[in-house]
């Protein structure tokens, strides 16, 4: 089925585990994501993540049919949280629970670059295929979440950089909730994802490939027991 993500993918050399990799990742990243924002608006003092059931591992809870069946088709995907800004303590709490899902993404990417380190720096006597496949495994993991990490904070609605402007910039969050002001938002997110979002990807898995390559040649300048950079997938 040409035309398909995960036919067209599947195809490519380490096919299987790209998707594979890719699916575990999207799902579990937003999970953990929008978890962050349920964890973070409970400590403030809002229930609603709790009330609605929505502090859940169930992927279908907090990304939704729709969601779930554009991953299907496009291998995309997103998430939703519900919270009441009304009733979170403090002038910026808002704010503090927007920020706490792109935060998970980089806790995730600094996980996954260290562990993925590590394996490049220290499995070079591991066998194949699972030193090849962890090694796929967590550079989709870390490239993933820096890209997710970054897009959220973009300050356009819906992603979450809008929310920590608008909590810091009452002039900002007057002008968003207009028709005009949404507008505008609305087209500036499409610029980003259509233009933008090449640079992004691009910018995401160049960081988690220097993070794997410094660590993993330290490790191996200091063991000898790296994987060669001859025999990286990537």
């Known amino acids: 089925m040409s035309g398909w993500w995960i036919a067209d993918w599947w195809n490519h ?19 953990l994501h929008e978890l962050a924002h349920g964890w973070a608006a409970l400590r403030l003092g809002d229930p609603t993540p709790r009330v609605t059931g929505h502090m859940t591992w169930n992927p279908l809870v907090h990304m939704g049919q729709m969601s779930l069946i554009v991953f299907a088709l496009v291998g ?36 996954t670059i260290l562990g993925g380190g590590m394996w490049m720096g220290l499995a070079g006597g591991v066998p194949e295929p699972l030193r090849t496949n962890l090694m796929i495994f967590l550079f989709v993991g870390a490239a993933l979440n820096i890209v997710l990490m970054m897009l959220n904070l973009f300050p356009v609605p819906p992603l979450d950089g809008s929310r920590i402007i608008a909590s810091f910039s009452p002039g900002y969050e007057r002008m968003l909730s207009t028709p005009n002001g ?11 994802f259509f233009l933008g979002g090449p640079y992004i990807f691009f910018g995401g898995f ?6 794997f390559g410094v660590i993993g040649a330290a490790l191996n ?9 001859d025999a990286l997938p990537f």
């Open 76 to 111: 995309i995907a997103w998430g939703m949280m519900p919270v009441d800004p009304t009733r979170l303590r403090g002038r910026h709490g808002d704010a503090l629970v927007s920020v706490a899902g792109p935060g998970m993404n980089l806790v995730l990417a600094i996980v």
């Open 182 to 192: 949404r507008w505008v938002a609305l087209g500036i997110m499409l610029m980003v």
């Open 13 to 31: 050399a380490h096919g299987p585990v790209i998707v594979v990799s890719w699916i575990v990742w999207v799902i579990g990243s937003i999970v």
């Open 206 to 211: 160049l960081a988690a490939g220097a993070g």
């Open 221 to 229: 300048a200091a063991t000898g027991m790296g994987i060669p950079f």
